[in-house]
């Protein structure tokens, strides 16, 4: 899988007319805003940046693993650690904005990631009716009027209006996501899946999978590994074992289908010392070999199996 996108190679790949587009251009990160009208999709991969889009038109969103067919307004967060693609499905319109965590949190030791926005195994869409539409257009092009301004303290503006924008996303969540959890139990759920989420997506064949078993997670949370798979169980109705294997499962998925490596740099990758083991474990849970895998998205897109796996993808 390819490394992430940087701000300079979106601007490269899009043809964007960008407004001040250096690095840091607001001083402390980066920030711009767009319009969607020119949108042709967006390939596979990660970006090493932000994205707060304002979707107005059919598609078909590609998040890490799964697909989310959208037919109604939207509003879409993605964030740097997982991948995502756009199949745009006739017109396009709405907005977009990126930006650094460097710009969001100037000076301060935090990360957005953090937040309640990015809850394990979910995807960030909110869809959203014609009086919210209407309301988060007009954040969004008060962003860009403010964006070819020449108020010298602009960029506090606009950090101003993005917080807006992300509190209206949490507003429209469940009000449980944003409550403590009130057992221990939970508290170490949340912990362990935030571990587990925290090592993916691999995408240089030089990472290694750190924490492989149960063990590794209980030592990292500093809790004894019956503790762990009891809090787990309470709370999921699955043992530690079964939550890792998922996930290295879904993760072998997304590299056979969005990578050219081979399998041994996956089998390594994910953390098996050798390939057949890695070979009897994918086989275990999904009933195919990890070639076998391959060769059905291969089959699917009617490509030869050898190269499958390499996704060019649409671009936006």
């Not at 790949?13 to 805003?33: C, D, I």
């Not at 590609?62 to 756009?86: E, F």
């Not at 195994?121 to 257009?137: C, D, G, H, M, R």
């Amino acid at each position: 899988m390819k490394a992430a996108e940087t701000i300079h190679q979106f601007y490269a790949r899009t043809q964007a007319e960008a407004v001040n587009t250096p690095l840091n251009n607001a001083g402390s990160g980066h920030f711009n805003v767009f319009t969607r009208e020119s949108c042709k999709g967006t390939p596979y991969g990660r970006r090493d940046f932000y994205k707060i889009s304002l979707v107005i038109g059919k598609g078909r969103l590609q998040y890490a693993d799964r697909w989310l067919d959208m037919d109604a307004p939207a509003l879409l967060i993605s964030n740097p650690r997982v991948p995502y693609s756009w199949e745009p499905m006739g017109e396009q319109k709405g907005w977009y904005c990126l930006f650094t965590e460097a710009f969001l949190y100037p000076g301060e030791q935090k990360e957005l990631l953090d937040s309640p926005l990015f809850p394990a195994a979910e995807i960030p869409v909110f869809f959203v009716n014609k009086e919210e539409e209407a309301e988060l257009a007009d954040i969004f092009a008060r962003m860009k009027r403010e964006m070819i301004s020449d108020y010298p303290r602009k960029f506090d503006l606009l950090r101003h209006y993005l917080h807006v924008l992300l509190h209206y996303a949490m507003k429209m969540q469940p009000a449980q996501r944003f409550e403590q959890p009130v057992s221990a139990a939970a508290r170490i759920t949340n912990g362990f899946f935030d571990l587990l989420e925290q090592q993916f997506p691999i995408d240089t064949t030089e990472t290694e999978l750190q924490l492989k078993t149960a063990n590794d997670f209980a030592e990292r949370l500093n809790v004894h590994v019956n503790h762990l798979n009891r809090a787990l169980k309470e709370v999921t109705g699955k043992t530690t074992t079964e939550h890792i294997a998922a996930r290295i499962v879904q993760e072998a998925m997304a590299l056979l289908r969005h990578s050219d490596w081979n399998i041994s740099q996956i089998a390594y990758g994910l953390g098996f010392e050798y390939p057949a083991y890695f070979n009897i474990f994918f086989k275990k849970h999904t009933g195919l070999t990890p070639l076998e895998a391959r060769g059905q998205v291969a089959g699917a897109a009617g490509q030869p199996a050898e190269s499958a796996g390499q996704t060019a993808g649409p671009t936006v």
